[in-house]
């Protein structure tokens, strides 16, 4: 189980950059936080892009601050192949951790690559 930490821009892994290319495995946990330019994750343009090697499941933590009930962690699955997340996928009321301003994301199952976009107009998908 490895820890990643993901800027909008910049992948990292350990706090080192990540080459295009690394491997993620199921029950490495991601955290995708703002670059120190941005003051915060704007939700309506975030887009991660996963290059799926075999089949991925993924969980998108509740943040700290939600309390709907019946809802709280997201279960995300990406085939085989290239796929973006975004958009009405992800909420800041639901999964923004408040305390340090990030998303925190784990692979439950599968693997591939990942990457972090902060795109310049917001996903409507």
């Known amino acids: 189980m490895a820890a990643t930490t993901l800027s909008v821009v910049t992948c990292t892994k350990d706090g080192t950059a990540v ?10 946990t991601l955290t995708i936080s703002c670059t120190t330019a941005q003051s915060a994750i704007d939700f309506s343009t975030l887009m991660l ?8 499941s993924m969980i998108v933590a509740a943040g700290t601050n939600y309390s709907e009930v019946g809802q709280g962690n997201l279960t995300i699955t990406v085939a085989t192949g290239t796929s973006i997340v975004g958009g009405k996928d992800f909420e ?10 990030t998303i925190g994301i784990t692979l439950s199952a599968g693997g591939g690559t990942v990457e972090a976009y902060q ?7």
């Open 19 to 28: 080459v295009a290319g690394n491997t993620l495995a199921s029950g490495d």
């Open 49 to 56: 892009r996963f290059a799926a090697t075999t089949t991925m």
């Open 92 to 101: 800041s009321a639901r999964f923004l951790n408040s305390t340090t301003g």
């Open 119 to 125: 795109m310049p107009n917001p996903l409507t998908e």
